[in-house]
């Protein structure tokens, strides 16, 4: 009887970065801040007083993987100075 092996699925790590929008469906995260092992960001439909929230880099990683977000902005685009 043969034994299948089982290879490690390769999921696409999501890497995240200051300034980053994401879309889920009709509603967005955005990236504020990420340090070593925590992120802050907005999750909001509409941007009418959005709470900023604290949670996990991998929490939040696994939470975009798992709902197919997609990247609608990858950074915030420096002011240009006058």
């Known amino acids: 009887m043969?034994?299948?092996e089982q290879t490690p699925k390769t999921t696409s790590k999501v890497n995240l970065a200051?300034?980053?929008l994401w879309q889920?469906?009709?509603?967005?995260?955005?990236?504020?801040?990420?340090?070593?092992?925590l992120t802050h960001y907005k999750h909001f439909r509409d941007k009418k007083r959005v709470p900023i929230s604290?949670?996990?880099i991998?929490?939040?990683?696994?939470?975009?993987?798992?709902?197919?977000?997609?990247l609608v902005r990858k950074t915030v685009q420096p002011k240009a100075r006058s």
Do not use: W
């Open 24 to 37: 889920i469906g009709a509603e967005f995260i955005e990236i504020l801040e990420v340090g070593k092992t």
């Open 54 to 56: 604290l949670g996990g």
């Open 58 to 70: 991998q929490v939040v990683q696994d939470y975009l993987r798992n709902n197919k977000a997609k």
């Open 18 to 20: 200051k300034g980053q």
């Open 2 to 4: 043969k034994v299948k």
